[in-house]
Protein backbone atom coordinates (compact mmCIF):
# COMPACT_ATOMS: atom_id res chain seq x y z
CA UNK A 1 0.00 0.00 0.00
CA UNK A 2 1.04 3.26 -0.89
CA UNK A 3 0.89 6.55 2.11
CA UNK A 4 -0.23 9.93 0.93
CA UNK A 5 3.61 11.12 0.50
CA UNK A 6 3.97 8.25 -2.10
CA UNK A 7 0.89 8.96 -3.98
CA UNK A 8 1.70 12.70 -4.06
CA UNK A 9 4.90 12.09 -5.43
CA UNK A 10 3.81 9.37 -8.14
CA UNK A 11 1.41 11.87 -9.55
CA UNK A 12 3.95 14.48 -9.66
CA UNK A 13 6.16 12.34 -11.49
CA UNK A 14 3.64 10.86 -13.93
CA UNK A 15 3.01 14.47 -14.46
CA UNK A 16 6.60 15.29 -15.60
CA UNK A 17 6.49 12.91 -18.42
CA UNK A 18 9.13 10.95 -20.55
CA UNK A 19 11.70 8.74 -18.11
CA UNK A 20 9.64 10.01 -14.87
CA UNK A 21 6.39 9.00 -15.86
CA UNK A 22 8.02 5.81 -16.49
CA UNK A 23 9.54 4.87 -13.39
CA UNK A 24 6.23 6.30 -11.32
CA UNK A 25 3.73 3.88 -13.69
CA UNK A 26 6.62 0.70 -12.81
CA UNK A 27 6.30 1.74 -9.27
CA UNK A 28 2.68 1.83 -9.29
CA UNK A 29 2.68 -1.37 -10.80
CA UNK A 30 4.44 -3.15 -8.31
CA UNK A 31 2.14 -2.12 -5.69
CA UNK A 32 4.52 -0.74 -3.09
CA UNK A 33 6.82 2.00 -2.62
CA UNK A 34 10.03 0.98 -0.85
CA UNK A 35 12.16 4.01 0.60
CA UNK A 36 14.86 3.90 -1.69
CA UNK A 37 12.34 4.26 -4.39
CA UNK A 38 10.37 7.28 -2.59
CA UNK A 39 13.83 8.69 -1.94
CA UNK A 40 14.70 8.01 -6.32
CA UNK A 41 11.12 9.86 -6.76
CA UNK A 42 11.68 12.37 -4.61
CA UNK A 43 14.98 13.10 -6.03
CA UNK A 44 13.78 13.01 -9.24
CA UNK A 45 11.16 15.42 -9.20
CA UNK A 46 13.42 17.83 -8.08
CA UNK A 47 15.28 17.85 -10.81
CA UNK A 48 12.47 17.16 -13.15
CA UNK A 49 11.27 20.69 -11.95
CA UNK A 50 14.02 22.18 -11.85
CA UNK A 51 15.42 21.37 -15.43
CA UNK A 52 11.34 22.62 -16.08
CA UNK A 53 12.51 25.72 -14.77
CA UNK A 54 15.99 26.70 -15.58
CA UNK A 55 15.92 25.25 -19.41
CA UNK A 56 18.40 27.19 -21.30
CA UNK A 57 18.73 27.21 -24.96
CA UNK A 58 21.38 26.59 -27.08
CA UNK A 59 22.64 30.22 -27.99
CA UNK A 60 22.38 30.61 -24.04
CA UNK A 61 19.13 32.58 -23.46
CA UNK A 62 16.51 31.27 -20.96
CA UNK A 63 13.47 29.88 -22.29
CA UNK A 64 11.06 33.02 -23.27
CA UNK A 65 7.33 31.96 -24.17
CA UNK A 66 6.90 35.47 -25.55
CA UNK A 67 9.94 34.99 -28.61
CA UNK A 68 10.04 31.87 -30.41
CA UNK A 69 13.94 31.75 -32.21
CA UNK A 70 15.04 29.98 -34.60
CA UNK A 71 18.08 27.93 -35.49
CA UNK A 72 19.11 31.18 -37.64
CA UNK A 73 19.01 33.58 -34.91
CA UNK A 74 21.14 31.51 -33.25
CA UNK A 75 23.84 30.95 -36.11
CA UNK A 76 23.99 34.35 -37.27
CA UNK A 77 24.38 35.82 -33.15
CA UNK A 78 27.54 33.09 -32.95
CA UNK A 79 28.58 34.16 -36.06
CA UNK A 80 28.72 38.29 -34.76
CA UNK A 81 25.47 39.55 -37.42
CA UNK A 82 22.59 41.25 -35.98
CA UNK A 83 19.52 41.91 -37.57
Known amino acids: MFSERQLNLIESAKSLGFGYFKF???VEKQGFCSKKQEEALSNM??????????WKSTCGRYKSKTYKH???DCEAMQS????
Not at 45 to 54: D, E, L, T
Not at 80 to 83: H, I, L
Open 45 to 54: ISAGVYRKNN
Open 70 to 72: DIS
Open 80 to 83: GDYF
Open 24 to 26: ATN
